[in-house]
């Protein structure tokens, strides 16, 4: 696991844009792993500036989003396919229909959560996953105690994730109680994971993550198990870490063949 702090958000999405910018030029066919919530937002507006000043093409891309709310129409405002579009999908020259975000309105979720997993291994696996931390450690919906081996499913969110993600909405009362997620197992398949914190209210659950033990009670800590993981922090989010000093040490000492 690669630590990386920085002082702002801003420098934390022009390094995140970099990565997935250097990526995609490399393997123009890249398949991404997608997130959602406020945390990625600036990320995907420094790619979409990158598309337009500079040319980068996302036009043999795939993407699979982590999860989406059951009830939710794609057209809904609140729906995570609604916001990919709003945020990215819409303003790159991405191929919509090789944009993969799960139906919160199929009748047999079952069927739609192994559909999502086939569809990803025909796709030949996700290169690289983008992720934010939820306030309780949650890495797409699933919430602790979730099965670190867990496969996409059906999940209950959890009475803190649901006051979190109630700002997106005009009343909590509106939140959907259930989704379609992404399992942990699904995650770490992953070749790459970028995962992004910002902010003091992310500090303690960051650190827990990175310098605690392993525990499915803090689902993202599984990913100190997964053999190339880049955390970007800005300086609030990495304030509770113990060893932030060593990890500003390596990241500016890093050699450039790293």
Do not use: W
């Not at 920085?6 to 123009?28: H, R």
């Not at 891309?61 to 982590?66: D, P, R, T, V, Y």
């Not at 310098?211 to 970007?232: C, K, Y």
């Amino acid at each position: 696991m690669e630590v990386i702090i920085l002082p702002s958000i801003e420098e934390c999405a022009n390094l995140g844009a970099c990565m997935v910018s250097e990526l995609v030029t490399s393997k123009p066919n890249t398949v991404l792993g997608l997130a959602t919530g406020s945390t990625p937002i600036p990320v995907y507006a420094e790619l979409v500036r990158l598309h337009n000043e500079s040319g980068l093409s996302f036009s043999k891309i795939k993407s699979f989003n982590l999860d989406e709310y059951i009830g939710l129409s794609p057209d809904h405002s609140c729906s995570y396919r609604y916001f990919m579009k709003e945020h990215f999908f819409d303003l790159i020259d991405i191929e919509q229909d090789f944009t993969y975000v799960p139906n919160g309105m199929v009748d047999d979720i079952s069927e739609e959560c192994s559909k999502y997993e086939s569809a990803i291994k025909k796709c030949g696996g996700i290169d690289l996953q983008i992720l934010g931390i939820g306030s309780d450690g949650h890495i797409g919906f699933n919430e602790p105690g979730s099965s670190l081996s867990s496969r996409t499913r059906i999940k209950t969110l959890a009475s803190e994730t649901i006051r979190d993600n109630a700002r997106f909405f005009d009343d909590e009362d509106e939140v959907p109680r259930h989704c379609i997620t992404m399992g942990v197992g699904t995650i770490l398949d992953a070749k790459s994971v970028l995962l992004l914190a910002f902010g003091e209210s992310k500090a303690d659950i960051v650190a827990k993550s990175i310098e605690g033990p392993i525990t499915s009670m803090i689902p993202a800590s599984v990913l100190q198990m997964h053999q190339n993981v880049t955390v970007l922090l800005d300086d609030k989010a990495a304030s509770k870490l113990s060893r932030r000093d060593y990890y500003r040490d390596v990241y500016s000492n890093k050699p450039d063949s790293y």
